[in-house]
């Protein structure tokens, strides 16, 4: 018998102008090697891979289980809620009409105990591409949903 293990992770982003829904997207996510890296760090040495920060950028090269940062970080902030069920885990962050306003191209996750509001600390847990230009009518809602497949 042959185990196996397969992490993924899944976006569903909703979007609203002036509190309307106008636009929702589904996107798969690239996860790095610097969290397999951390996972087994986990395994081994009790390391956290807590998500800690939620992140954009503007930055449009396509995402590569390479990357380290996000390829131009303009904003970062907490998530907003998280919840374990059934589907996984499941992690829910929102953008307000205040925040990163910018023609947004990037999200990561970022965990670890280096993981802090500034840009580019932390390691990149996963790193997906995006094309949404955000103003401060905008507000975005971000669900990610992860899962362990066995």
Request: aromatic share 8%; hydrophobic share 40%.
């Amino acid at each position: 018998m042959k185990e196996t293990l397969k992490l993924k992770g899944h976006y569903d982003i909703e979007i609203r102008e002036h509190g309307k829904l106008v636009k929702t997207i589904s996107l798969d996510n690239v996860l790095t090697e610097l969290y397999r890296q951390a996972i087994m760090d986990s395994l081994m040495q009790g390391d956290s891979i807590e998500m800690k920060y939620f992140a954009v950028g503007t930055d449009d090269t396509p995402a590569t289980a390479s990357d380290t940062t996000l390829g131009a970080e303009v904003f970062r902030s907490v998530p907003t809620y998280q919840e374990k069920t059934t589907a996984g885990l499941v992690t829910t962050w929102v953008l307000t009409a205040e925040q990163a306003n910018y023609y947004l191209k990037e999200i990561g996750v970022f965990i670890g105990s280096t993981a802090t509001a500034t840009a580019d600390t932390g390691i990149l847990m996963s790193r997906i591409n995006i094309d949404i230009q955000k103003t401060s009518a905008v507000e975005i809602t971000f669900r990610r949903t992860d899962y362990i497949i066995i």
